[in-house]
T-cell receptor, first 114, second 116 residues
Framework: DAGVIQSPRHEVTEMGQEVTLRCKPI?????LFWYRQTMMRGLELLIY????????DSGMPEDRFSAKMPNASFSTLKIQPSEPRDSAVYFC????????????FGQGTRLTVV | QQQVKQSPQSLIVQKGGISIINCAYE??????FPWYQQFPGKGPALLIA?????SEKKEGRFTISFNKSAKQFSLHIMDSQPGDSATYFC???????????????FGKGTHLIIQP
């Protein structure tokens, strides 16, 4: 398996534009997580899905952020409209089963909003 | 509320020395404590993990020590090598059983540099 695949790796956009980040989970993994990493706040959990259903979105910072998982092979994180303070590295991670199982991270999308 | 506190923020160790990173947690419901290693431009990768029913776990040069009563756990890297230079994150989670807590709560990270 190629691991968790995120695209794009880098995204530069202007303030006010819509941004869509994509994630392809490892086949068979039933949990998918979106994290955001910044110098100030570290790694923060934004939202996670179990069997394509959103379970906890309490980490989503604002209504400008939304995430979907239309099927077991694909998830998106959308920011509309984007703001400079959204600049960060966004990671998707997946795992199999609940509890003490390893979460595998993608390589991340570095988002810069100018 | 920062539920997992990690220290130090940065650490410089000589090659061959012992690197020690500490974490403290607040939520007694946590029952899984992994350490992740992250290299520049890469996503975090699991290094080693422990459950609270044991006080120590060792894998090669990496050891987790766990103190349940103090709500603290630490990572020890023995015989530290330049290739160990990376950012290390402690984390914690508890099984949600549908209750919504399967995600990891991370410490702020420790930037470790091993000098040759």
């Amino acid at each position: 398996d190629a691991g968790v695949i995120q695209s794009p790796r880098h995204e530069v956009t202007e303030m006010g534009q819509e941004v869509t980040l994509r994630c392809k989970p490892i086949s068979g993994h039933d949990y998918l997580f979106w994290y955001r990493q910044t110098m100030m706040r570290g790694l923060e959990l934004l939202i996670y899905f179990n069997n394509n259903v959103p379970i906890d979105d309490s980490g989503m910072p604002e209504d400008r952020f939304s995430a979907k998982m239309p099927n077991a092979s694909f998830s998106t994180l959308k920011i509309q409209p984007s703001e400079p303070r959204d600049s960060a590295v966004y990671f998707c991670a997946t795992k199999m089963g609940t509890g003490n199982t390893e979460a595998f991270f993608g390589q991340g999308t570095r988002l810069t909003v100018v | 509320q920062q539920q997992v506190k990690q220290s130090p923020q940065s650490l410089i160790v000589q090659k061959g020395g012992i690197s020690i990173i500490n974490c403290a947690y607040e939520n007694t419901a946590f029952d899984y404590f992994p350490w992740y290693q992250q290299f520049p431009g890469k996503g975090p990768a699991l290094l080693i993990a422990i459950r609270p029913d044991v006080s120590e776990k060792k894998e090669g040069r990496f050891t987790i020590s766990f103190n349940k009563s103090a709500k603290q756990f630490s990572l020890h890297i023995m015989d530290s090598q330049p290739g160990d230079s990376a950012t290390y994150f402690c984390a914690a989670s508890w099984p949600g059983a549908g209750g919504g807590a399967d995600g990891l709560t991370f410490g702020k990270g420790t930037h470790l540099i091993i000098q040759p």
